[in-house]
Nanobody
């Protein structure tokens, strides 16, 4: 069993930055692919970015490419999401997720663990 705990959300002005963290419990967590999703008010949850277990396969949604950076520290079982040049449309609850596969397949059905979410609000 893996528990994921996100932190770092909050209120920021447009153009600002935030760094989200996701701490994973369990010794096997470092072998899992990690994924960030977000869910804006009134919208479905959507993919943001993913990093493979080894850290050498990374994908971003087009909407965040060039502004967000995902990274992981396997020694501390923590994944980070550095968000820069934030826009009001980035406002959402951000969820950390893990797949026991070494890389994310792109299907939410292959997500095995979810965090509780952290809220990010970007004011204009």
């Amino acid at each position: 069993q893996v528990q994921l705990v996100e932190s770092g959300g909050g209120l920021v002005q447009a153009g600002g930055s935030l760094r989200l963290s996701c701490a994973a419990s369990g010794r096997a967590a470092s072998s899992y692919a990690m994924v960030w999703f977000r869910q804006a008010p009134g919208k479905e949850r959507s993919f943001v970015t993913t990093i493979s277990a080894s850290g050498n396969i990374i994908y971003y949604a087009d909407s965040v490419k060039g502004r967000f950076t995902i990274s992981r520290d396997n020694a501390n079982n923590t994944v980070y999401l550095q968000m820069s040049s934030l826009k009001p449309e980035d406002t959402a609850v951000y969820y950390c997720a893990a797949s026991v596969k070494p890389y994310y397949t792109g299907r939410q059905a292959d997500i095995d663990y979810w965090g509780q979410g952290t809220k990010v609000t970007v004011s204009s």
